[in-house]
């Protein structure tokens, strides 16, 4: 059974640094394309970030596009979200996900990915 658990989330000023942590366990974690995603209240679930299976490629929505790094340790079967210069507006739940097919590439769509983690809150004060 695949399981993602996220943590990392807290209570940060405006400018600050998070650093978030997505563990896997129950499948090939290195064969899998991985993403961040994000829900603020009152919103849906939006897209952040995502990592190639391999670890070569990644993909970031505008909104975090230079202050937020995607990255992964498969021998630690861990992805990782450091965010910083973090801003009220970056407030949200954010969830870690894999995707359904082995050895898929990159994609923003939510249907695309598989399975979830029970997310990690994130709020930045102004």
């Known amino acids: 059974q695949v399981q993602l658990v996220e943590s990392g989330g807290g209570l940060v000023q405006a400018g600050g640094s998070l650093r978030l942590s997505c563990a896997a366990s129950?499948?090939?974690?290195?064969?899998?394309?991985m993403a961040w995603f994000r829900q603020a209240p009152g919103k849906e679930r939006e897209f952040s970030a995502a990592?190639?299976?391999?670890?070569?490629?990644?993909y970031y929505a505008d909104s975090v596009k230079g202050r937020f790094t995607i990255s992964r340790d498969n021998t630690k079967n861990t992805m990782y979200l450091q965010m910083n210069s973090l801003k009220p507006e970056d407030t949200a739940v954010y969830y870690c996900?894999?995707?359904?097919?082995?050895?898929?590439?990159?994609?923003?769509?939510?249907?695309?990915?598989?399975?979830w983690g029970q997310g990690t809150q994130v709020t930045v004060s102004s």
């Open positions: 129950g499948r090939t974690f290195s064969s899998y394309t």
């Open positions: 990592i190639h299976w391999s670890g070569s490629n990644t």
């Open positions: 996900a894999t995707r359904r097919e082995a050895w898929t590439g990159i994609t923003t769509l939510t249907p695309q990915y598989e399975y």
